[in-house]
C-alpha cells in the first residue's frame, strides 16, 4: 500500500482540514450519483469517515476510468461524480496520476489475499488453486479491473509502475507454486508453470475486455464459470477420461 509520504506531503506537516463543500455546490442539482450513495451526503462524521471518503474518491475515479478513459477523464469529473468540489478530492490524493495507482492497488489486493489465504487452504494444489482463480475472475470482473487490465502502467511514474509491476511478478509466482504444487500431489496434470500461468491469467484478464455490470451473469457467477473451465483443463488426464466414461 502506498505511503502517505509518498503524496509528496513533508512528514511532518499536519494535513489541512478537509474543505467544505460551497454554497453553490449545496445547492447544485444532485450529483449523478445514486441518492445516498456519497459519503459526503452524511453531514455527522463518524470513525473512519475519512477512509470511507478516500475509497469512495478511489471507486469514483475507477468508474470514470472504465467509463471514459483514463486520459479522458480529469478529477472535476471525478468531483462532479461525487458531489464534491475538486479541492476535495486533493485532499485525499495528490493528483490523477496517483488515483490510477491506487485503482491498480484495490484490484490487485484481492487477488493477493486469495493467494495468502490458499497457503493454508486444505486440499490439492488444484482445489486451492481453484480458489484463487475465483478470486482473481471477481477482481477482473469488478469495477477496477478496467484499470489493472485495460490502463496502461506506463502512465504512472517509474517508482509506482515499480511497485504495481512487483506485485504482479508476486501474483505470477504464487499462481505458479500452485501450480507445481497440484503437479506434485497429482491433482494437475503435468504442465511448463510459466506458461500455464501465462494462460491462465492471460485468459482472467480479458474478462475486463467484455465483462459489464448489466450482464446477465453476475462477477461471482462469471468466477465460478472460469473456475470450472480450468479445473477441467488441469485435470490429470486419466481423471478426465474416467470422467467421460463415469
Given amino acids: 500500500m502506498i505511503r ?5 506531503r513533508p512528514a511532518d506537516v499536519l494535513p489541512a482540514p ?3 463543500m460551497t454554497d453553490k455546490r449545496r445547492n447544485a442539482k444532485p450529483a ?8 459526503w451526503s452524511a453531514r455527522r462524521r463518524r470513525p473512519r469517515d475519512h477512509e470511507v471518503k478516500r475509497e469512495a474518491v478511489i471507486r469514483a475515479a475507477a468508474r470514470a476510468f472504465n467509463e471514459h478513459g483514463y486520459h479522458h477523464t480529469s478529477l472535476d469529473d471525478i468531483a462532479a461524480d461525487l458531489g464534491v468540489t475538486k479541492p476535495t478530492v486533493y485532499y485525499y490524493v495528490a493528483n490523477k496520476e496517483q488515483l490510477l495507482f491506487e485503482c491498480f492497488l484495490a484490484g490487485l489486493r484481492p487477488i493477493r ?3 495468502r489465504d490458499a497457503e493454508h487452504l486444505p486440499g490439492s494444489g488444484r482445489d486451492r488453486l481453484d480458489a484463487v482463480i475465483r478470486g482473481y475472475a471477481a477482481a477482473i470482473a469488478s469495477e477496477y479491473g478496467w484499470c489493472m487490465v485495460r490502463a496502461h502502467d506506463q502512465d504512472l511514474g517509474p ?6 509491476n512487483a506485485l504482479k511478478s508476486e501474483i505470477d509466482q504464487g499462481i505458479r507454486r500452485l501450480l507445481r504444487a497440484g503437479m506434485d500431489d497429482g491433482s494437475i496434470e503435468p504442465c511448463d508453470p510459466k506458461i500455464a500461468a501465462f494462460a491462465l491469467a492471460g485468459a482472467l484478464n480479458w474478462i475486463a475486455h467484455w465483462y ?7 462477477a461471482s457467477e462469471i468466477a465460478d464459470a472460469f473456475a470450472l473451465f480450468f479445473a477441467h483443463g488441469l485435470r490429470p488426464r486419466r481423471d478426465a477420461t474416467a470422467s ?3
Fill in 4 to 8: 502517505r509520504e509518498a503524496v509528496n
Fill in 18 to 20: 478537509e474543505p467544505e
Fill in 32 to 39: 449523478p450519483m445514486p441518492e445516498g450513495a456519497s459519503p
Fill in 113 to 115: 489475499e486469495a493467494l
Fill in 159 to 164: 517508482e509506482m509502475r515499480r511497485q504495481i
Fill in 212 to 218: 459489464r455490470a448489466d450482464q446477465p451473469l453476475s
Fill in 244 to 246: 467421460r466414461r463415469g
